[in-house]
């Protein structure tokens, strides 16, 4: 069986399974399980959207939390923890703190899942059939084989949400010197559940462009970096560090909210640009690595073919000494061709959201903004 056998055959197998569906995550289950559900109680019978099931899940979420919260006696210890910073909203401040948690949660791991199937969707329609090799095929079929793993997701978010709840009821007690009690325990399971669960997601996306570095695509040959996959590919992979910057600008604008201190908010802007920046720099790398390939193969090939016509030693013949001098210039050409996907607009939108948590945190610290152009010279 030769190469090209092989990598068509891989191919097609991948394209055949992804279009017969059989690579579903755990979140995919859940929200095709939750939709049969609604459906039921509803007796519809056309599938809900899913913006509709995410809304239902969070009002759920919220109410199985409070009501638990509620029997229990645990507004108690929301009210003391409030109290103990120095907030007097109390049982308010408690009610929007969990119910801003919830909302946040459940739409990250949605979000998330949507992205991770829009990759898929990206792969199954346009970058199989560019792909050249069949270890990538084999990395890209180990990537999904990975990301549907429901069993290990489970796992990971189990695991991780026993050891932050543990964690987060020891805190409480030992700094605060409040008990969290059952009721309360109750709700932020759910919530730490949904934070492992999305850790294995954002994971499975830190994976995806690891993954990058070792692919092989077919892109244009004489200026790679200007192929339709790479900046289509660029978009999706930008879609997330848009995501991140939008999350940090809501956890600084909350953070705002509830803390007085300005310079806790200039160190929290600081720290959330980190994840930012990393998923800038995974992404641009594994985008460089692939267009540094496909540029590769072109000298070579170029310098083959300047080789083989020099092997035959005919440089009195003045059509081999045009043919060779056309081969250096192309390859010249094409070694001059940018070695990455950055560009103006790829800056401009890594600008942009180093400037979302930033601008959240003048939100939220408003009033000082205003008292420093306020104030006279």
Known sequence: MTTDTALIEK??????????????????????????VI??????????????????????????????????????????????????????????????????SISTVIIINQFIGRIIVLWRDDILDATESVPSLQAFEDWLEKVCNRRLHLLVAIFGCLFFVLVAAALAS??????????????????????????????????????????????????PATSELVSRLSGELAFFVYFLAFSSAIFTLTNGALSPSQATGIVLV??????????????????????????????????????????E????????????????????????????????????SFINSLLLPLLAFILGNLDLVLNLFARKP
């Open 11 to 36: 191919r097609e197998e991948l394209k055949r399974r992804l279009a017969a569906g059989e690579y579903k995550t755990l979140v995919d289950v859940f929200l095709a399980w939750t939709n049969r």
């Open 270 to 311: 600081l720290f959330l640009w980190l994840p930012i920046i990393a998923m800038f720099v995974l992404n641009q790398t594994g985008l460089s690595s692939i267009i540094r390939r496909a540029k590769w193969k072109t000298l070579n090939e170029i310098q083959a073919k300047v080789e083989t016509l020099q092997e």
């Open 174 to 223: 030992t700094l605060f010197g409040v008990f969290i009690s059952n009721g309360f325990t109750f709700g932020i399971i759910f919530v730490y559940l949904i934070g492992g669960a999305i850790f294995y997601q954002t994971t499975m996306v830190i994976l995806l462009t690891t993954m990058l570095r070792r692919y092989d695509l077919k892109l244009f040959v004489a200026d």
């Open 39 to 104: 459906q039921r109680i509803a007796r519809q019978t056309k599938p809900l959207p899913l913006w509709l099931i995410t809304i239902i899940l969070i009002l759920v979420l919220v109410l199985i939390t409070f009501g638990a919260i509620y029997i229990t006696g645990g507004l108690t210890s929301i009210r003391n923890i409030a109290e103990l910073f120095g907030y007097g909203l109390g049982y308010g401040l408690g009610v929007l703190s969990l119910s801003s948690i919830g909302v946040l």
């Open 313 to 348: 030693e005919n440089f009195g013949n003045q059509e081999t000494m045009d043919a060779i001098k056309r081969l250096m210039d192309y390859h010249d050409r094409v070694k001059a061709t940018r070695d990455s996907a950055l560009d103006f607009r790829t800056y401009l």
